[in-house]
């Protein structure tokens, strides 16, 4: 799986932190980061971040802007 998060858009809502903390995490400078390709294990809640964030920022395999 691979996942991409389009930095010009993100707001650092934290959204994804919060729904899925495997894969997404805020560093000491309060910039998000995050593995860009996670275990598959993890799909289900990448796929409810990318859902729940405020500016649908998250793509997962390929799906990009």
């Not at 903390?21 to 289900?44: G, K, M, S």
């Amino acid at each position: 799986m691979k996942v991409f998060v389009d930095t010009d858009r993100c707001t650092l809502s934290a959204q994804c932190v919060f729904t899925a903390e495997e894969v997404f995490a805020l560093n000491e400078d309060d910039e998000l980061v995050y593995d860009p390709t996670p275990d598959e294990q993890w799909r289900t809640d990448i796929e409810t971040a990318a859902k729940t964030c405020p500016v649908q920022a998250i793509f997962l395999d390929g799906d990009r802007p």
